[in-house]
Protein backbone atom coordinates (compact mmCIF):
# COMPACT_ATOMS: atom_id res chain seq x y z
CA UNK A 1 0.00 0.00 0.00
CA UNK A 2 1.16 3.47 -1.22
CA UNK A 3 1.67 5.99 1.57
CA UNK A 4 0.54 9.55 1.22
CA UNK A 5 3.82 10.28 0.92
CA UNK A 6 4.51 8.12 -1.90
CA UNK A 7 1.24 9.43 -3.72
CA UNK A 8 2.11 13.09 -3.65
CA UNK A 9 5.66 11.93 -5.08
CA UNK A 10 4.23 10.18 -7.82
CA UNK A 11 1.37 12.60 -8.54
CA UNK A 12 4.36 15.76 -8.86
CA UNK A 13 6.47 13.72 -10.75
CA UNK A 14 3.54 13.10 -13.24
CA UNK A 15 2.67 16.50 -13.58
CA UNK A 16 6.39 16.91 -14.53
CA UNK A 17 6.51 14.54 -16.68
CA UNK A 18 3.16 16.19 -18.51
CA UNK A 19 4.79 19.55 -18.72
CA UNK A 20 7.99 18.00 -20.21
CA UNK A 21 5.88 16.35 -22.81
CA UNK A 22 5.05 20.03 -24.29
CA UNK A 23 8.66 21.34 -23.94
CA UNK A 24 10.70 18.28 -25.30
CA UNK A 25 7.85 16.16 -27.35
CA UNK A 26 10.03 13.15 -27.29
CA UNK A 27 9.69 10.02 -24.85
CA UNK A 28 13.45 9.35 -24.72
CA UNK A 29 14.46 12.98 -23.48
CA UNK A 30 10.88 13.01 -21.03
CA UNK A 31 12.40 9.89 -19.72
CA UNK A 32 15.98 11.36 -19.30
CA UNK A 33 14.81 14.55 -17.95
CA UNK A 34 13.03 12.45 -15.14
CA UNK A 35 15.60 10.44 -14.29
CA UNK A 36 17.49 14.14 -13.62
CA UNK A 37 14.55 15.00 -11.67
CA UNK A 38 14.37 12.40 -8.95
CA UNK A 39 17.23 9.66 -7.89
CA UNK A 40 13.82 6.93 -7.17
CA UNK A 41 14.44 4.45 -9.88
CA UNK A 42 11.42 2.13 -9.15
CA UNK A 43 8.97 5.43 -8.45
CA UNK A 44 10.27 6.81 -11.94
CA UNK A 45 9.37 3.46 -13.82
CA UNK A 46 6.22 3.59 -11.78
CA UNK A 47 5.44 7.10 -13.37
CA UNK A 48 7.03 6.67 -16.87
CA UNK A 49 4.52 3.44 -17.35
CA UNK A 50 1.42 5.28 -16.34
CA UNK A 51 2.70 8.07 -18.03
CA UNK A 52 3.35 6.19 -21.23
CA UNK A 53 -0.41 4.48 -20.89
CA UNK A 54 -1.83 7.83 -20.99
CA UNK A 55 0.27 9.07 -23.63
CA UNK A 56 -0.66 6.55 -26.18
CA UNK A 57 -4.52 6.45 -25.25
CA UNK A 58 -4.50 10.57 -25.73
CA UNK A 59 -2.67 9.31 -29.48
CA UNK A 60 -4.99 6.62 -30.22
CA UNK A 61 -8.13 8.84 -29.27
CA UNK A 62 -6.80 11.53 -31.92
CA UNK A 63 -5.97 9.03 -33.98
CA UNK A 64 -8.90 7.19 -34.23
CA UNK A 65 -11.16 10.95 -34.66
CA UNK A 66 -9.21 12.11 -37.67
CA UNK A 67 -9.61 8.13 -38.66
CA UNK A 68 -13.55 9.18 -38.16
CA UNK A 69 -13.52 12.51 -39.81
CA UNK A 70 -11.81 11.06 -42.96
CA UNK A 71 -14.10 8.47 -43.32
CA UNK A 72 -16.94 11.20 -43.02
CA UNK A 73 -15.72 13.06 -45.99
CA UNK A 74 -14.65 9.85 -48.22
CA UNK A 75 -18.68 9.47 -47.51
CA UNK A 76 -19.71 12.72 -48.39
CA UNK A 77 -17.79 12.40 -51.49
CA UNK A 78 -19.07 9.12 -52.74
CA UNK A 79 -22.80 10.56 -52.17
CA UNK A 80 -21.61 13.84 -54.01
CA UNK A 81 -20.22 11.98 -57.08
CA UNK A 82 -23.03 9.54 -56.69
CA UNK A 83 -25.97 12.46 -57.10
CA UNK A 84 -23.90 14.56 -59.55
CA UNK A 85 -23.42 11.51 -61.82
CA UNK A 86 -27.33 10.51 -62.03
CA UNK A 87 -27.86 14.53 -63.20
CA UNK A 88 -25.35 14.78 -65.59
CA UNK A 89 -23.21 17.30 -63.46
CA UNK A 90 -19.45 17.04 -63.12
CA UNK A 91 -18.57 15.08 -60.07
CA UNK A 92 -15.02 15.46 -60.21
CA UNK A 93 -14.19 17.84 -57.31
CA UNK A 94 -16.30 15.29 -55.18
CA UNK A 95 -15.43 12.29 -56.55
CA UNK A 96 -10.57 12.90 -56.58
CA UNK A 97 -11.06 16.24 -54.72
CA UNK A 98 -12.97 15.09 -51.36
CA UNK A 99 -11.40 11.29 -52.40
CA UNK A 100 -7.86 12.15 -51.56
CA UNK A 101 -8.57 14.85 -48.67
CA UNK A 102 -10.48 12.01 -46.96
CA UNK A 103 -7.51 9.10 -47.68
CA UNK A 104 -4.82 11.86 -46.43
CA UNK A 105 -6.76 12.43 -42.95
CA UNK A 106 -7.30 8.78 -42.47
CA UNK A 107 -3.55 7.76 -43.07
CA UNK A 108 -2.62 11.01 -41.21
CA UNK A 109 -4.73 9.28 -38.04
CA UNK A 110 -3.48 5.65 -38.57
CA UNK A 111 0.23 7.61 -38.39
CA UNK A 112 -1.28 9.33 -35.02
CA UNK A 113 -1.92 5.86 -34.06
CA UNK A 114 1.02 3.97 -34.68
CA UNK A 115 3.03 6.61 -32.81
Known amino acids: METAHEQNNFEILLDFLRDAEHRLGDLDKIKNELNAKSTDLDL ?39 FNFHSNESFNFAMYGLTSIGICIVFWGFYKIMG
Request: charged share 25%; glycine share 10%; net charge positive.
Open 44 to 82: NDKVFQYFKKEYYAHKRKEGLSKIGLGSLIILAGFCITC
